[in-house]
């Protein structure tokens, strides 16, 4: 049918559908449902001995319909037990399972699995089950066997390497038990060393090559915010970029304080959640920067988690609250140099009683970050688990020549230096009483 395939793209839209209509029912379905008619070529699976088939590709290239695809072949070809595995629980259910080039949402109706979120696993017609697994919890992996897997976003990974080990020991079910790794690439150690494997075979992607598939406010928002950058060429381009020259951090120095352990309650002398509230609210607006940080009883500074997002001022304030809760908390710290007055009225209207701190940032934020940096560099600080996003900001922003907002990075500095920087002193946490 490929030849069909090749005269509709070249038809207008009223000969087309006089093709179209004379297909019975069983062919229109058998065309639409047929991957191989519609994929790129470097969309579908190489021919040569491979174990892992890693795809790096820019955002919006399509390696969610790769991978989902390439599970139901597989599936179709007598797989049986099948790994699942993304960044989060909630990324394999909404992205891998349930989004809209996910298994749910390309399987045809006469062989679509069942998907039982409580069992954490899927069932198809013949037999086959899907078990889902995130990169936040390793040990999960640790005893299933799999004759197929599908990792999405290893280079976002929580504990990427001890997932990946896990995933690769029990993946010895069947003749020819095979991986497909989808993701923006990053330089961190867990893809590099797949790179470096003689046993993957990689296909690399641009954004630009499926432009036409892509909604135009998705294009023009992924293609004004990192287009000419340098994060650009990671994101759009899918390069494997190396360490940013006039960077304060670089990611060999982030992987040698990067701990996989999280300390319990009981080792931390403080907890802040920091703030680094977005300017505006639209689709071209940045991101609100939301991390965790904690001084440890040892000394040391721990960045626990990053929550940070595309937020409502109200929306922001509600997730800061929360994590502040989730986390046994002390305070929150909110840079105010844009909202003034605004934050702390924002974050009022949720929560009148929580402990509330306003910061404003006197130097550039360059400046702000380079007493952050050198306690980096005095091994003074610990990532507990992988934080991409955040990380790439830290090892990409240079001051004049980075057309984005570090975000994250401002948020992770602004809450360091309250637990590490700041001569410790009596001061007054805003709780309003009654």
Not at 341 to 355: A, F, L, N, S, W
């Amino acid at each position: 049918m490929k030849s069909l395939v090749d005269s509709l793209v070249r038809l207008d839209t009223g000969a087309r559908t006089a093709v179209l209509s004379k297909l019975s029912q069983g062919e229109f379905a058998d065309l639409y449902y047929d991957w191989g008619e519609w994929a790129r070529p470097d969309q579908l699976a190489p021919d040569d001995d491979w174990i892992t088939w890693l795809i790096l590709a820019g955002r919006g290239w399509g390696k969610t319909r790769c991978g989902a695809e390439w599970v139901r072949q597989r599936v179709n070809a007598g797989a049986q037990r099948i790994a699942l595995i993304g960044e989060t629980a909630a990324d394999v259910r909404d992205v891998m399972i349930e989004g809209e080039s996910g298994i749910l949402a390309i399987s045809p109706p006469w062989d679509t699995p069942t998907y039982i979120p409580s069992k954490r696993r899927m069932m198809w017609p013949n037999g086959a089950m899907a078990f889902t697994y995130s990169g936040e919890t390793p040990d999960q992996l640790r005893g299933p066997q799999h004759d197929t897997a599908w990792a999405d976003e290893p280079a976002k990974w929580r504990y990427g390497d001890d997932t990946w080990a896990n995933l690769m020991l029990g993946l010895r079910l069947g003749d020819d038990p095979r991986v497909v790794a989808t993701t923006t690439p990053r330089p961190t150690p867990l893809i590099k060393g797949m790179i470096a494997d003689g046993g993957t075979h990689v296909t690399r992607g641009s954004t630009l090559e499926n432009l036409e598939n892509l909604a135009p406010q998705f294009r023009e928002a992924i293609l004004s915010r990192y287009e000419g950058t340098r994060l650009g060429r990671q994101e759009i381009y899918a390069e494997v970029l190396e360490d940013a020259p006039g960077a304060l951090w670089t990611m060999e120095g982030i992987e040698d304080i990067r701990v996989t352990r999280t300390p319990d309650s009981g080792e931390l002398k403080r907890v802040v959640v920091a703030i680094d509230p977005a300017a505006s609210v639209g689709e071209d607006s940045d991101e609100t920067g939301i991390i965790v940080v904690a001084l440890g009883f040892d000394g040391l500074g721990y960045v626990l988690a990053d929550v940070s997002g595309k937020y409502k001022p109200i929306e922001w304030a509600q997730k800061a609250i929360r994590t502040l809760e989730e986390w046994d908390g002390d305070r929150i710290i909110a840079e105010v140099n844009q909202g003034g007055d605004m934050v702390e009225q924002t974050i009022r209207t949720i929560d009148r009683r929580v402990p509330y701190k306003a910061v404003r940032g006197a130097k550039g934020k360059y400046s702000r970050a380079e007493p952050i940096s050198a306690l980096y560099e005095q091994g003074r600080v610990r990532h507990c688990g992988l934080f991409a996003t955040l990380e790439d900001q830290m090892c990409s922003f240079e001051p004049g020549t980075t057309g984005w907002s570090p975000d994250r990075m401002d948020a992770l500095v602004y809450g360091l230096t309250d637990l590490m920087i700041e001569v410790p002193r009596t001061i007054e946490i805003k709780k309003v009483i009654g």
